[in-house]
């Protein structure tokens, strides 16, 4: 069974930080990518940062600056931290992983469930 949880949701005040954490784990092969999206509400789910098992990273350019992605490849975790964060940071945040279970698979995406994130003062 393959599982993917992120943790580190909450409420925060304007201006303040969160650290996301997501870990994928059961049977694994290699991990290609890990990345967080959001979806607010009446919105679509969006890319907010993406990570490959080599370090290469691209954002959304509505956080570049504020927020970080990383991975600790050992764990089969990926990071987000998030400064500065703004009202309109206010969203489900969803992890996936683009990974192969098995050396003889293809690669496909698997979905966290998602954490809230609430930025009010």
């Known amino acids: 069974q393959l599982q993917v949880v992120e943790s580190g949701g909450g409420l925060v005040q304007p201006g303040g930080s969160l650290r996301l954490s997501c870990a994928a784990s059961g049977t694994i092969f290699s991990i290609n990518a890990m990345g967080w999206y959001r979806q607010a509400p009446g919105k679509q789910r969006e890319l907010v940062a993406r990570i490959t098992s080599g370090g290469n990273t691209n954002y959304a350019d509505s956080v570049k600056g504020r927020f970080t992605i990383s991975i600790d490849n050992a764990k089969n975790t990926v990071y987000l931290q998030m400064n500065s964060l703004k009202p309109e940071d206010t969203a489900v945040y969803y992890c996936?992983?683009?990974?192969?279970?098995?050396?003889?698979?293809?690669?496909?995406?698997?979905w966290g469930q998602g954490t809230q994130v609430t930025v009010s003062a």
């Open positions: 996936n992983a683009l990974l192969r279970r098995d050396r003889t698979d293809g690669v496909a995406y698997y």
